[in-house]
């Protein structure tokens, strides 16, 4: 089926605005990529608009060297890995009990499972209430309490 002018306009219009707004979504990111991939020297001078300047791999080897890295690695795969494991056996433990229509706690449960899941502070205030209690250095204790606070 032939299309007609408009057709064809439109399709080229929504063609021009979605590589229009990758190219705009991606330059930031190979900035920051060609930023850190150039000499410092380039960088103060201000060189850099796309490519790297410069070669140079001293920022990564000064941010390899940092021991609080690593650590911070660690932590993130352990509450990746320990989380995911614990919240699919909690929503499991739930889900079973949840799903018998005999089950005489369910209306109350379910509402309460959804309210707090369409109405709670969100990740931010979390990791804020945290790091204020210092909970971010104790990975056990902090994967308890937030997976606690949401199941």
Known sequence: MKQSF??????LLVHFITVLAILVTLYPFIY?????????DAINKKMITLFPVDLSLDGYKMVLQYPELW???GNTIYYTVVGTVFNVVATCLAAYPL???RFFLRRKLNFYIAFTMY???GTDPDLHGHHRARTLQQPLGDDIARTCQHV
């Open 6 to 11: 408009a057709d064809r306009s439109y399709v």
């Open 32 to 40: 920051v990529i060609s930023i850190s991939l150039s000499s410092v």
């Open 71 to 73: 650590r911070a690695y």
């Open 99 to 101: 799903s018998r229509r």
């Open 119 to 121: 109405f709670s502070g």
